[in-house]
């Protein structure tokens, strides 16, 4: 019987710190039946330098004559993609050797699997925490799509979804992180599976931490504005990704139903104090809607029952 091929899908740019071991980590994988398919965006460092010393032929790089953007690259090199199985590598990670074999082992009959990862600091030294932890979110398996809506626990990097997936993810969404929405899209086919494992070593650099610095004060009314408007855009950016969604032709009748209620529920978000029916519905719906965070469930649905004119009469809410 032959073995099923992987293609590792790559997107650079400007990554000669940490490529190498990155790459390093593919090429001693124990399952070896895969291509590595690697989309440059335009780097201006040593990265296509450092790719093209490598002498295998499962390693098939290309170029942008301009730069496209971290989404629109990930789009191009998907396309790309010829195996029967699909991942997507961050350039400064660290495959264990052991990943695709897993992963392979234990789809079973999901449309994708994800596991945890450990973090390490820019060294590749363990800061003895999994990512699970420090999201402090549930990861789960799941075959309930609308679970991915308000949270996320799969991250790209450390999951492996089967080819009949492109089909649907592709172009990849404008509002939704894209490892978000394969999630969705996923669940909304064979289902999502949660292995309790750490497969990545998933690198957390200083430049990505926020800031130390002391911030200035600021007036009680320009922090109830900024509130205001935070609410106003939280708002706004779930019906942006519900938008994305209600077009997922896989999503069924079910699914296609609390979607419906629940871009209802967020469209009138500006025009109410309170939305009772909304309470019910949260609540009725809270085991799939609130299935990743760790929240109180029921605090949940109250908050998200708030309309603004009441944030704007009660601004301590």
């Known amino acids: 019987m032959s073995l099923a091929l992987v293609s ?38 040593k990265t296509l330098e450092i790719l093209q010393s490598y002498n295998d032929p499962r390693i098939k790089i290309e170029k942008n004559s301009t730069n496209l953007g971290y989404i629109k690259n990930f789009e191009t090199v998907l396309k790309r993609a010829k ?14 050797e052991e990943k695709l074999e897993t992963l392979l082992r234990e789809i079973g009959e999901n449309s994708l ?106 007036s009680t009314l320009s922090k109830i504005e900024k509130k205001l408007a935070k609410k106003a855009a939280n708002n706004q950016d779930i019906l942006n990704k519900i938008q994305e969604i209600e077009h997922i032709p896989t999503l069924s009748q079910k699914d296609q139903k609390l979607l419906a209620k629940l871009k209802s529920i967020h469209t009138k978000f500006f025009e109410c104090y309170f939305n009772a029916d909304a309470l019910l519905f949260f609540l009725k719906n809270s085991n799939i809607l609130f299935a990743i965070t760790k929240k109180n469930r029921a605090i949940l649905s109250l908050k998200k029952s708030i309309g603004y004119k009441l944030y704007k009469v009660l601004p301590i809410l």
Request: proline share 2%; aromatic share 10%; with cysteine.
């Open 113 to 218: 699997i994800y596991a945890d990862s450990l973090l390490v600091d820019e060294n590749g030294n363990s800061l003895n925490k999994r990512l699970s932890q420090k999201l402090k979110n549930n990861f789960i398996s799941s075959k309930e799509p609308l679970s991915f809506l308000y949270d996320n626990a799969v991250s790209a990097h450390a999951a492996l979804f089967k080819r009949e997936l492109l089909e649907i993810i592709l172009p990849l969404p404008k509002h939704l992180y894209f490892d978000q929405y394969i999630a969705l899209c996923a669940a909304s086919i064979g289902g999502v599976k949660y292995l309790d494992k750490d497969l990545v070593l998933y690198r957390q650099h200083q430049n990505n931490t926020l800031s130390q610095n002391s911030k200035k004060a600021s």
């Open 83 to 96: 195996g029967e199985y699909i991942t997507i590598c961050d350039q400064d990670d660290i495959w264990r």
């Open 8 to 45: 590792i899908t790559l997107a650079t740019y400007n990554g000669e710190k940490y490529i190498q071991e990155q790459i390093e980590s593919i090429l001693q994988q124990s399952y070896q039946h895969f291509e590595i398919l690697i989309q440059d965006d335009n780097s201006q460092d």
